[in-house]
């Protein structure tokens, strides 16, 4: 019996779906068979269990945010499309198999637009011109769509022309953003955003909870597998009722609400304390907490995580909290932070990763100051790509 693969005319070029050629079963195979290699020591010494991966049905349509470099071409024109594979060459693209249902069209709707208005596309070489990125956000649970136009400094010319022609072609658009980008880097995004049309940001549902999301919130590109990573963490928590949960890296409130809605309608409330740096993400955690009636059983800081800690053990010794859960960046966390977290020895620590390599280093580092891993569980959030993402549970010894 043989295996449906996938097609695109521009894989070869764009390089973002390297294993689009690989059927689903033996991508999914693969992937269990790296985490298994890369934690073989650990799994052994601690006699943790493996889960099998968990995929999607459907490969296909997944991606609920999309974006696009802009470049200066031909006369007027705009370029827009996927970076070629080690290169700021930009490659066009008029549909894309695995992101949301006309994502796509939109981006290339502003380079259209934008070239008709005579909006000059940045040039990175010079620093010169104005319209960067497009990036939208599609919501899955709802029908929000949230447009960001990322630019080169405060001007954007003829905005209200750019904005009622994108509203004409696109009245599915909820809110449209300006983000300010003036600085000479690959990121995407500024810190400045001015909101050109709709709220300013959108709502999305993540396992029967609904959130506010801004521009430059991390949220997750793919909400359907979220909800299976996120369903692992809370299992992985095992909570019971009355617990004490740590949300580091808490974002805009997405893990640690889930956590208290689950316990709350599970009739086992628990207290949950987010910590972020970033304001307007603090700003948002509060604000859903509200919007899911939890916020009784959530607070949120603005701290750095290591050093709020380090307070909170000074002021009321170990056992600050049960449950730890914790969703670094990709390069992990730091061993600052995994001792602080094993000085307030919780009983449990709920690791979620986008990357295991970094993963299986900060794990060693808890198993040297008392815990054991008790199982891991990988989840495939991005179809036709080497990424994998891991929730661990580890148990204090």
């Known amino acids: 019996m043989g295996y449906k693969t996938y097609t695109c005319p521009i894989a070869r070029f764009c390089g973002g779906c390297e294993w689009l050629a690989v059927p689903y079963p033996i991508q999914l195979r693969r992937k269990q068979e790296q985490v298994e290699e890369l934690f073989a020591k650990t799994l052994s010494a601690d006699d943790a269990t493996l889960q099998d991966i968990r995929g999607m049905d459907e490969p296909v349509a997944y991606r609920h945010k999309a974006a696009t470099p802009f470049s200066p071409g031909k006369g007027h024109k705009i370029r827009s499309g996927f970076y070629a594979a080690g290169s700021h060459r930009i490659v066009a693209c008029n549909e894309c198999l695995v992101e949301a249902p006309g994502a796509r069209q939109l981006l290339n709707d502003v380079a259209r637009i934008a070239a008709d208005l005579r909006i000059p596309a940045y040039d990175e070489d010079r620093a010169t011109g104005i319209l960067r990125h497009a990036v939208v956000r599609v919501g899955w649970a709802t029908d929000d769509v949230m447009l960001t136009l990322v630019t ?219 815990y054991r891993l008790a199982s891991l569980a990988p989840v495939d959030m991005f179809p036709h790509t080497k990424h994998v993402e891991t929730v661990a549970v580890l148990e204090r010894r």
Not at 208 to 213: A, D, V
Not at 277 to 298: E, F, S, W
Not at 317 to 326: E, L, N, Q
């Open 152 to 370: 080169n400094g405060d001007r954007l010319p003829r905005r209200e022309q750019l904005v009622k022609a994108l509203l004409a072609e696109h009245p599915e658009l909820t809110t449209i953003v300006q983000n300010v980008n003036d600085r000479r880097t690959n990121a995407i995004l500024g810190r400045l955003c001015h909101t050109l049309h709709g709220p300013g940001t959108m709502e999305d549902k993540l396992l029967g909870c609904t959130f506010s999301i801004g521009p430059t919130s991390f949220y997750q590109t793919n909400p359907a597998q979220t909800e299976v990573l996120y369903q692992l963490a809370i299992d992985g928590a095992r909570l019971t009722g009355g617990e004490r949960v740590l949300d580091a890296y808490c974002g805009c409130g997405t893990i640690g609400i889930c956590v208290a809605a689950q316990a709350r309608r599970a009739g086992t409330p628990a207290h949950v304390l987010g910590i972020e740096q970033v304001a307007p993400a603090i700003k948002l955690a509060r604000t859903n907490a509200q919007a899911n009636d939890v916020a009784g059983d959530c607070d949120f800081v603005r701290d750095d995580a290591t050093a709020h800690l380090a307070d909170l053990r000074r002021e009321r010794g170990a056992h600050t909290f049960d449950v730890v859960i914790m969703d670094p960046p990709r390069a992990g966390s730091t061993p600052e932070f995994l001792a602080s977290v094993a000085a307030i020895a919780p009983a449990r620590v709920v690791y979620v990763s986008c990357n295991p390599k970094t993963q299986v280093r900060d794990i060693d580092e808890l198993r040297e100051k008392g």
